[in-house]
């Protein structure tokens, strides 16, 4: 067989930014949708804080809406955001494939895709903590984006901290979605069933060894900031581990 | 536009070699060895599950082979964009992300599709009257299906695959398939492979015609050859065996005192002859062909040979 | 129509001759461009190309380059020679065959077809 039907190299343009805008087609899913929501969710929170500020009486009042920095309100987006991902491998993988793309472009475009909306809701998520600081909670004193998780240190940190969750949250997800697509039902049952054993595995090895004090002691040192630092080692396995699963993986069941 | 594959080459656009693709214990490619010739539209026809999606997947590098080669525009389409990008492939079965419409379908084409037209495309959308904007959950089986066709028409693609394009499509619709498929095919040649059941109503427009049964290529012919390539003769049992004595005989039936028997291709003196001998003459049509080479007759015969 | 039986690409060179023959195409007129005939026939170009590519070869049609297809001179009278020269073996003879399975005898169905042609 001779090549001469091969195109020059200047008609063969990467597909990953045709990935990108490819998921970004409807950007109410990806954006309208989580911003209408975090928007609700802060309204609900507004006024739970108003019923509290009202009712509980002025000495207690400080103390009472101090405990909202342990809100966990906003995990919401975070969850949404892991199921953008899940479909993005589950629906638009197989539609990509029938656009004549690589999985390797598909996945580069999906990382991509992951990364933008990930620094877009860090921007988000950190600006609204500095507002909510300069507005003192809101004229309340009510924490929503400036939980003791996150968006407590700089600035910079908060928006480090942000990013990194984001950033998790979509590879492992995509991770996740990966082994199904590829191995179905028996990849999820062997997938939990190793993270379990891995899970218990560990929990044992603390137990046994009597470190549970020297964990928890960890977790104190390394801080919040830091231990979500320490999460970019798990995002990284998961989002090398979904690439080389993915790069054998096929569209139909 | 750069033509991305000179419709004058003669290099095979396909070639691939004992081919394989196995899922546990079914084979559901078995053994292919073909090519495919550029500037052509060939029918891969067969019954359902006899391979047709299996080996397109293949050829698309959508799935992996088992054992084999496979070869497009000279190399593996597997992770291939230089291949894959010159590919259409409409699948019956294609997935959709979840909040998709039509128009996001057609936004998204001229990104992955070097020769996209879209004027072409708002032509088709109009003559199969798709509604763009209705979700595509939402749309019956030959809307969907209408979508594909649109999509693998106005993407031009220099190889373009059609997997049973036209389910749930009425008579009219197919019609319409068929002939801007035909005029968009003279106007910008290219290589189209058509996988169907409905032989009857594509036949005349295949070039090449490729059945395959349970995974095996049983007939890889020119379109013009296998016409009148068999021949049915009926009449009373002692013409028609006086007549097809000697010959190759692919199927005999008979009632009573008369008999109808299949057989190769007759000259036009040879069929002047039967008829003065009081015969029924009938050519068989591709469809039938098919029906008797992939029948449970013919599955029976070839399981004998193999053992 | 296009037939079961026999290659589409003879089937259309014959309905160019038929044309040919009954004048619909006349001499040093022009024919209708492949892509025509498949689009009209639904039949494959290359296919509908083979048929007109038969007729050049046998001098019925010729081609100018650039322009297209046209009906060669005298070509209509080369088609009726061949076709009176066949006309025997394709009709004559299964007239013959069916007419003796009948019991119809030579001389009778010279009358047939004279009562046939006296009464159309």
Known sequence: MTTTVDTPSGTRPSRVVPVLRLHLTNRWTTIGTPLVVLALIWAANWIVWLLIVRSVGADDRADAMEGTQFSGAIFYIFVYMMVVAVQAITRTFPFALGFSVTRRDFFLGTALLFAVLSAFYAVVITALSLIEEATGGWGLGGHLFTAVWYGTGSPIERFVQILLLFLFFFFVGAAVAIVYLRWRANGMIVFWVAVGVLGLGLAALATFTNSWPAVYEWFIATGAFGVTAWSLVVTALAALVGYVVLRRATPTA | MIATLPAVSTDAVVETSHLTKRYGDVTAVNDVSITIEPGRIHGLLGRNGAGKTTLMQLLTGQDFGSAGSVSVFGHSPVENARVLQQLCFIKESQKYPEDFRPKHVFRNAPLFFDNWDQAFADRLIADFRLPVNRRIKKLSRGQLSSLGVIVGLASRAPLTFFDEPYLGLDAVARQLFYDRLLEDFAEHPRTVILSTHLIDEVQNMLEHVIVIDEGRILLDADAEELRGSATTLAGTASAVDAFTAGRDILHRQSLGSLAQVTIGRLSSAERREALEAGLDVTPVSLQQLVVALSGEGAKTNRQEEER | ?120
Do not use: C, W
């Not at chain 3, 380059?65 to 299964?94: H, K, N, T, W």
């Open chain 3, 1 to 120: 129509m296009i037939e079961d039986g026999r290659p589409i690409f003879v089937q259309i060179a014959e309905q160019i001759e038929n044309d040919i023959i009954d004048g619909v195409l006349p001499e040093e007129g022009q024919v209708p461009s492949t892509n025509e005939f498949a689009a009209f026939h639904r039949i494959n170009p290359a296919t509908a190309g083979k048929g007109v590519n038969l007729l050049v070869e046998n001098g019925v049609l010729y081609k100018r380059r650039g322009i297209g297809m046209f009906v060669a001179s005298g070509a209509r009278e080369q088609l009726l020679a061949r076709r009176r020269a066949e006309f025997s073996a394709d009709y004559l003879r299964p007239l013959i065959a069916e007419a003796a399975k009948l019991g119809i005898s030579t001389h009778h169905l010279a009358e047939l077809i004279r009562k046939e042609e006296a009464g159309s």
